[in-house]
């Protein structure tokens, strides 16, 4: 931890003064997101027992006083982190939670996985980085435009290339190291993610609801991983803690992180022929992308 003494207001800098007491997510808000509410008692994992206040018509109730204090715990840990400028990744592939954490992850210039985990992305980073360094190449072809120099054939097949390359790795074009620490919604869903950051000692925060098990979680946020205010909640707090660690400059880096989600094509005939393709390549499956890499 940091000391407060290291943390001293300085106004030219733009870095917000430190408040020990600070206090990061409120019972009202937790409240009006639904954080408290958890799975069928069915789906309960029982080392999450010591975070359920009481059952509800076959539903448990998280204790969201122990949930304020295990957010504090773990918005204290990534508050030091962004402060020391580690790399945050965050992870979330569930329907509810991609488009939430992709805006929020670019809002604070943080990478971010929002769709299927690949396996081997932190145990097999090399060669993942091989496929983002394709992801590149693909990009600076339509840039300049020297992928007219291919047959039209051709040229719809790297769009659908370049399609999935943006979609599965876009949000770590950038990560050019493995993260200092992940921030996963629903952990439970992303298992393999949290396996692979165990095995490299990298630190694991997670939203977790309670079918969760949180033995394999360094830091846990006890709460509803399903609802869209719950996730959000959590999710636009973080990404406002790192904000003010880095100066409350977020507006560049969201708008550059941008630039890189957009696949800009000449507008040629042939061209929106092979932003159509690219388009109807949505459903392709996720293999491709690591072109056999995959260790899953």
Not at 240 to 268: F, K, N, Y
Request: glycine share 6%.
């Amino acid at each position: 931890m940091i000391g407060i003494t290291a943390r001293r207001t300085d106004i030219h800098l733009n870095i917000p003064p430190w408040r020990n007491n600070v206090s990061y997510l409120g019972m009202k808000q937790l409240l009006e997101a639904g954080v408290h509410f958890g799975h069928e008692t069915k789906r309960c994992n029982p080392k999450m027992k010591r975070y359920i206040f009481a059952e509800r018509n076959g539903i448990f109730i998280i204790d969201l006083q122990k949930t304020l204090v295990e957010s504090e715990k773990s918005f204290d840990f990534l508050r030091d982190l962004a402060g020391r400028n580690g790399t945050i990744l965050f992870v979330g592939a569930k329907k509810q939670a991609q488009e939430i954490l992709a805006a929020e992850a670019r809002r604070c210039g943080m990478p971010y996985i929002n769709e299927r985990w690949l396996g081997g992305l932190l145990t097999n980073f090399k060669t993942i980085r091989t496929r983002v360094e394709r992801l590149r190449e693909l990009e600076a072809m339509f840039d300049d435009e020297s992928v007219l120099r291919f047959t039209k054939k051709e040229q719809i097949d790297l769009g659908k290339e370049l399609h999935r390359l943006q979609r599965y790795l876009g949000g770590i074009r950038d990560l050019n190291r493995l993260p200092d620490a992940l921030f996963i919604i629903d952990p439970a869903k992303e298992a393999i993610a949290v396996k692979e950051a165990n095995k490299l000692g990298i630190p694991v925060v997670a939203l977790a609801d309670t079918d969760s098990d949180p033995d394999v979680l360094d830091f846990i946020i006890p709460g509803n991983d399903d609802a869209i205010r719950s996730i959000q909640l959590v999710t636009a707090r973080l990404a406002d803690v790192i904000i003010e660690m880095r100066g409350g400059e977020d507006t560049a880096v969201a708008a550059a992180s941008q630039d890189h989600e957009t696949l800009r094509m000449p507008m040629s005939a042939s061209e929106r022929a092979i932003q159509e393709a690219a388009a109807a390549a949505e459903g392709d499956s996720q293999d491709a992308v690591l072109d056999g890499s995959d260790d899953e």
